[in-house]
């Protein structure tokens, strides 16, 4: 425990976010400083906006996609930066050209987080170019500038990553292993006596939302890498293998799902469930440590004492079934207890196999992996069509997008009406505020207050207190670092190192000292408040306007995993791909719908529909997809066999027949409740059956429940 806040920095240094602050701070500044050097620092500068915007698309992702959003955006920007160069003389043709852009490049977001990038680098140089107001040869030439910083920061970034063409994937695959390891340390608190159950699987449900997002970014790099996808080297097999078990592991995390409340009740006295919770806290802390080994390139090790506690915990069920004075432990509970054991030892055993995978003999040996990867990304089409098709009022990219430039406009005239010397502020806060949604405009507007407001007072501490010029240099590079770093980890901490970055910087240039800090604060006030109303007045986009979508796309995903799961039990030869598809799936559109539900709690009253029965809902699918999940480690892991599967049949298709009415009732409304009876498995079948055949019984009562519940809703 003592050495964990060491451990926290230490990976946070080795992670793709300082990575990236450093690679974007070098790409920026040294341009600037090399031209300082010759006499021509408005040069460096201009070189050095031309390397920030292209930074702006420089994210996270396949390395084919990276440099193709670089050059796009290269060419955009120029192109743009001779239009505003050329009519920011007259007032009216800038207006209505920032109008346009706005517009049109707001509309990006249509095409996934990187088109919406290059939407916003775009305008960030527009906006940026506003009021330089220069001869059409200079901005000829400014134009050059800005091709020859962005081409430089391109050739920087693509340099750096052939240097060390795995280094991304190993920072992004050992941030998704954390957030497992995150994930079943918050699975461990519900074996904590007096847990807060419902704030715990709230944290749960989040820490999951997050678990898919690192999980799907490593997707996007690693099977749209080609050396990887083609297994051409060991490392790259090793880094496949160790993603695809750690899949495997989640879901069978996911699938240890119990009513711990009795559990609780029956358990508390004799504190077993606090030596459960020390184990599933050791295997979290072996997650962690092969996560660490990932960016440092060592091996991992196993928590101290791991088999020996798993041992006493077989001791202490066995003493609890032998101890006669507590029938009551002779139930369901015990039943429980051996469950979650066994899922112990079966999440153990998956460790150590990902262990060994570090071992460089092994690494050499690692065979291919069949895995049709082309199946688990998702393609983005970049077709015109699409844009027309979303050119109406019932699409909220549309919405969003002429939101942003009428705001924009807003923006543009209060500016002009200010007497500021740097009212541009005003723009550019509008225009990283705004976004599609209310929650998260309104999310983004108080981090950019707080880090602001926080940052400015830093700033003009440090110029009142520090006149050193090497002291103030290196305090502007710490701030350049710890704003780049972490612009996508806490954006209030990018804003709080942003601020006095740029106030250094403009006390550098001799532009200004705390005159530059008021007006920031002013400006950002302006901004923040005009997209504020805006996303609440002008064409807002309320979360309850997807919430059936979203709800009926989970009850699909369910459906289709539930599906794909009996198939393993009916068919002998059943392919793993499509069930891994399909649970992929579920992880997707279970994270779509927990942050829906998040973001509504945000929104004015008013608008927070359904509150109760949306939590609900999702309680009820996190209980589906476990006890599926649960279903599938039967077949896979515990070699469970149903002897004669037939007599299932009609439990698992009255199931499917649930779920699929589930999600009609949510697309049409209905007028009366229906009536679907339950149907009971045979009560004769053998103890090696009835394991099997109770996991489906549960199944479709959690299915029915599922029913109810959206006929309630639709009704």
């Not at 704030?199 to 449900?205: G, P, R, T, V």
């Not at 995978?357 to 050499?364: L, S």
Request: hydrophobic share 45%; net charge positive; aromatic share 12%.
């Amino acid at each position: 425990m003592l050495n964990r806040p060491i451990r926290n920095i230490q990976d946070f240094l080795l992670s793709t976010y300082f990575a990236d602050g450093l690679r974007i701070t070098f790409g920026v500044l040294c341009p600037s400083l090399i031209m300082a050097q010759f006499g021509m620092l408005q040069f460096g500068m201009t070189l050095s906006l031309g390397a920030l915007c292209i930074s702006i698309v420089d994210s996270p992702g396949p390395i084919v996609h990276r440099r193709n959003a670089m050059l796009i955006t290269t060419v955009l920007i120029v192109i743009i930066s001779v239009l505003v160069g050329i009519t920011n003389k007259n007032v009216y043709v800038t207006g209505l050209l920032l109008v346009v852009c706005s517009f049109i490049f707001s509309m990006l977001f249509l095409y996934g987080a990187r088109a919406a990038a290059i939407g916003t680098s775009v305008l960030l140089i527009m906006v940026l170019s506003i009021d330089d107001v220069r001869p059409w040869k200079e901005v000829i030439w400014y134009a050059i500038l800005i091709l020859c910083g962005s081409v430089w920061y391109t050739l920087l970034s693509y340099f750096i990553y052939r240097i060390r063409p795995y280094r991304l994937v190993q920072q992004i695959l050992s941030d998704s292993i954390h957030e497992v390891s995150n994930f079943l340390r918050a699975k461990a608190k519900f074996y904590q006596e007096g847990i807060d159950y419902e704030k715990n699987y709230a944290a749960l449900l989040q820490l999951q939302v997050v678990v898919h997002e690192k999980q799907d970014e490593v997707r996007e790099v690693l099977f749209k890498t080609r050396e990887i996808v083609r297994d051409s080297t060991p490392q790259g097999r090793f880094l496949l293998l160790v993603f695809v078990d750690m899949v495997d592991l989640f879901e069978q995390i996911m699938s240890t799902y119990y009513n711990y409340q009795k559990l609780h009740q029956q358990f508390d006295e004799v504190g077993i469930l606090f030596h459960y919770e020390e184990v599933i806290n050791k295997i979290a802390d072996s997650l962690e440590d092969i996560a660490f080994a990932l960016k440092t390139g060592g091996k991992p090790n196993l928590s101290s004492g791991l088999a020996e506690d798993i041992e006493k915990l077989k001791e202490e069920i066995l003493a609890l079934e032998n101890n006669k004075q507590h029938n009551d432990y002779n139930t369901q509970g015990l039943i429980a207890l051996k469950n979650i054991e066994v899922n112990i030892e079966n999440i153990l055993g998956r460790v150590k196999t990902i262990q060994r995978y570090f071992n460089e003999k092994e690494k050499k040996n690692l065979k291919k992996n069949d895995i049709d990867v082309n199946k688990f990304v998702t393609k983005q089409s970049f077709d015109v069509k699409l844009f027309r098709e979303n050119l109406s009022f019932g699409s909220s990219t549309f919405r969003h997008s002429l939101r942003v430039a009428i705001v924009m406009l807003i923006g543009f005239l209060v500016a002009k009406s200010l007497d500021f010397a740097h009212s541009y502020w005003i723009l550019l806060t509008i225009l990283v505020i705004s976004k599609p949604g209310y929650t998260l405009t309104k999310q983004r507007n108080y981090q950019r207050l707080i880090g602001t407001i926080i940052g400015a007072f830093i700033g003009m501490g440090i110029l009142v207190y520090v006149k050193d010029k090497n002291a103030l240099f290196v305090i502007l590079l710490i701030c350049m670092i710890g704003s780049y770093s972490f612009q996508r980890k806490n954006y209030v901490v990018s804003v709080l190192f942003m601020t006095p970055y740029i106030l250094v910087l403009f006390d550098f240039l001799g532009m200004g000292g705390l005159s530059i800090a008021r007006e920031r604060i002013y400006d950002t006030l302006i901004g923040s408040g005009i997209a504020l109303m805006a996303s609440y007045s002008l064409f807002p986009n309320w979360e309850h306007e997807k919430l059936k979508e979203a709800m009926v796309d989970i009850i699909k995903a369910n459906l289709n995993y539930f599906e794909q799961v009996t198939l393993l039990y009916y068919e002998q030869n059943q392919s793993l791909t499509k069930y891994k598809v399909a649970r992929k799936e579920v992880y997707v559109n279970t994270a779509n719908l927990a942050s829906l539900f998040q973001r509504m709690f945000s929104e004015p009253k008013s608008k927070q529909l359904y509150i109760k029965e949306l939590h609900q809902f999702t309680v009820l699918n996190h209980l589906l997809s476990s006890y599926i999940a649960t279903l599938s480690f039967f077949y896979r892991e515990h070699d469970f066999v149903h002897s004669n599967f037939e007599e299932l049949k009609p439990v698992s298709n009255n199931t499917i027949y649930l779920l699929s009415q589930s999600a009609i009732n949510l697309s049409i409304s209905k007028q009366e409740p229906g009536n679907v009876p339950l149907i009971r498995p045979k009560n004769n079948l053998e103890d090696k059956n009835m394991v099997i055949a109770e996991q489906f019984e549960l199944i479709q009562k959690v299915a029915y429940d599922i029913y109810k519940l959206t006929e309630k809703i639709t009704v």
